[in-house]
C-alpha cells in the first residue's frame, strides 16, 4: 500500500446491510489535539494523534484495543477511513464486543515473550487465545475495501470447515448481536493511522415495512376466474371486516401443470415442443387489479403427478433457461412489485424438489436445491429484475428428513424469511425454533401461510382449539418485530376463517389492531415508498 493512500473500509454489521440512504454520523476521534475522551484504551500499547489522525502505538509486550464507550452497536454499517505505513502493516476494526471488555479498561494483557527468532512460545500462545477470538463477534459480518469485498461470515450458518488454528475465528456458538466498537493496535512496526470512523443504520430489506407493523394478507383460491376470485376476496373481506385493509394475496403457480408450462404470457408452444397451461400473468393481474400485491409460490415441480416433475440438475445446466426467461421478461413487464417464495415448504416430505420426498428420495438432493435458488436468483439479477423480493420459506414440521439449513442458499440470496405456520403445531413452539437459528439475521420473516384446519389439527396432540391457537399465534406476532406480513389460509370451507366463531371473533379482534394497517412500503421497478 502506498503510505500516503487512504482507504475506506465498510462494515456491514447485518445480513442484508446494503448502502443506506441515511446520513454517515462521525464517530469523534480527535477533541482539541487530543484523543477523544469517547475512547479508552485496554490492553498494550495506544494511539497518537498525528496530523489531523490517530496513529497506533504499538508495544513489544502484547496487543491492545482503543474502546469506543458511549455507545452499543447493533445492525449497522461502520465506514473506516484508514492508511497503512507498509503493505504488511497490521490492525484491526472490533465490532459487537460484550460488556467484560469495559471491565477491563486501563489493564493490560500478559505480557507477550518470544525467543531469540522472535517467534512465540506454546505456552504464550494459549495466554493470548482469548484476546485473538474476540474481533469476530456478531452473528454475520462483511467486510469490503474501497468497494470491493473482502469476506463475508456467519457463524451461525451451516457449512464452515472445522477450526484448525487458535487465530481462525469460531464459528459455533451464539454472539452478540450489540457491542462496542474498538481499533486495534498490533505488533511492534504495524503502523497504522485512522483518519476516520463513521456509523449509519442499515437500510430495510426489499418492500420491508416498519418496525411494529405487519403486512395483512391472505392466501386465497379462484385466482384462474376473475369472478370466483372477487367472489372469495368478498367473503373474506365481510369476515376478517374492512379494517384493517388488505395488502398481500399469497397464490401458487407450479412451473407445470397437467403436463403442460405454467409459463408468464400465453404460448401456442412452448421452446422445447411442450404446451402452454395458461399465463401466470393473468393470475398476478388478478391480485394488481383489487389492489393485492402477489406473493407467488413459483415451484419446481410438475401437479398433480409430482413423480414426472423436472429434475434440478437439468434446470443448473441451462436446459430450461427459456422459461426462466419468460418470468424474467414478463415480471419485468409487470414492473409492480412481487414476492417470489421458490419452492417453498422444502424441508417436508410432500414435495419432489425436497431430499426427502417420498416417492423419490433420490430424485434431487438439498444440494441440488441451494444450487437451483441460487442458479434462478442469480439469472433474474443479470437480467436486471429489481420488483422481486425473494423469499425463502419453510414449513413448520420439519418432517423431510434434512433440516432447515440444509437448504439455505446464502444471506445474499434472501430478501425475506418465511415459515408456513398451521395447526399441526401450536405457534410459539415452531417459530421459536425458526427464530433460534435466523432471527438474528437481520431479515423481516412472512407467515404467507397461516390458519387452522382438521387436517392439520389431528396431528397436534397439544391443541387448545381454534380459537386459543389464533390468540397464541397474534401474541407471537406481536412479541416478534422481526415479523412482518400474515397471511391467512382461506382455501376453502374447512380453512376458512369464519369456520369456527370463536376462531373468527378472535380473529377479528386481534386484526384490527393498528399494527396491521401498515400499507404497502415499495413502488414500481423496485423503488421504495411509504414512511421509512
Partial sequence: MNRYAWYSLLLMLTATATAAPDEWRRLPLITDGKIDAA?????????????????????????????????KFGDCQVR???????????????????????????????????????????????????????????????????????????????GHPPRKHWSEPIREGKRPTRGYLGLQNHDPGDVVWFKEVSVRPCTPAKYEPPDGTTYHGVCLPGYWKAVEFAANLAEYRKAAGERP????????????????WRTWHWMNQTPDGGRCAGPAQSYAEVSR??????????????????GRSPRLQDLVTGKYDWYLDDWIKGLKEFRDPVFIRLSHEMDGDWYPYSEGY???????????????????????????????????????DRS???????????????DWLAIDVYSSRNPREVIRQFLDLYGKKGKPIMIPEGGTGPEQTRWNKRYAGDAAWVKELFDVIEATPQ??????????????????????????????????????????????????
Fill in 400 to 414: 423431510g428428513g434434512k433440516d432447515w439449513p440444509d437448504y439455505y442458499p446464502g444471506d445474499e440470496y434472501v
Fill in 80 to 158: 473506516v477511513v484508514y492508511r497503512c505505513e507498509k503493505p504488511t502493516s497490521n490492525a484491526g476494526v472490533f465490532v459487537r464486543i460484550d460488556d467484560g471488555v469495559v471491565a477491563r479498561i486501563g489493564e493490560k494483557s500478559p505480557e507477550v515473550r518470544r525467543d531469540a527468532k522472535g517467534t512465540l512460545s506454546p505456552q504464550m500462545l494459549d495466554k493470548i487465545k482469548q484476546a485473538s477470538i474476540i474481533a469476530l463477534n456478531g452473528e454475520r459480518i462483511t467486510v469490503e475495501v474501497d468497494g470491493t469485498r473482502l469476506s463475508s461470515l456467519d457463524a451461525a450458518a451451516a
Fill in 245 to 260: 385493509p388488505l395488502v398481500l394475496h399469497s397464490w401458487f403457480a407450479h412451473c407445470q401443470e397437467n403436463g403442460k
Fill in 289 to 306: 387489479k383489487h389492489g393485492l400485491v402477489p406473493v407467488i409460490a413459483w415451484t419446481w415441480m410438475e401437479f398433480p403427478d409430482r
Fill in 483 to 532: 415479523l412482518k406480513a400474515l397471511c391467512w389460509f382461506q382455501w376453502g370451507k374447512q380453512w376458512n376463517v369464519e369456520r369456527d366463531p370463536a376462531q373468527l371473533a378472535e380473529f377479528q379482534r386481534r386484526i384490527r389492531a393498528a399494527r396491521y394497517g401498515v400499507p404497502f412500503h415499495g413502488g414500481r421497478d423496485g423503488a421504495r415508498t411509504g414512511g421509512l
Fill in 358 to 396: 417420498k416417492k423419490d428420495p433420490l430424485r434431487n438432493t438439498t444440494r441440488d436445491y441451494v444450487a437451483c435458488w441460487r442458479y434462478v436468483v442469480d439469472r433474474f439479477r443479470k437480467a436486471d429484475v429489481t420488483n422481486v423480493a425473494w423469499v425463502w420459506c419453510v414449513n413448520g
Fill in 39 to 71: 475512547w479508552a484504551q485496554v490492553g498494550w500499547g495506544g494511539s497518537v494523534v498525528d496530523d489531523g489522525s490517530l496513529r497506533t502505538e504499538c508495544d513489544q509486550r502484547g496487543m491492545g484495543l482503543l474502546l469506543y464507550q458511549p455507545e
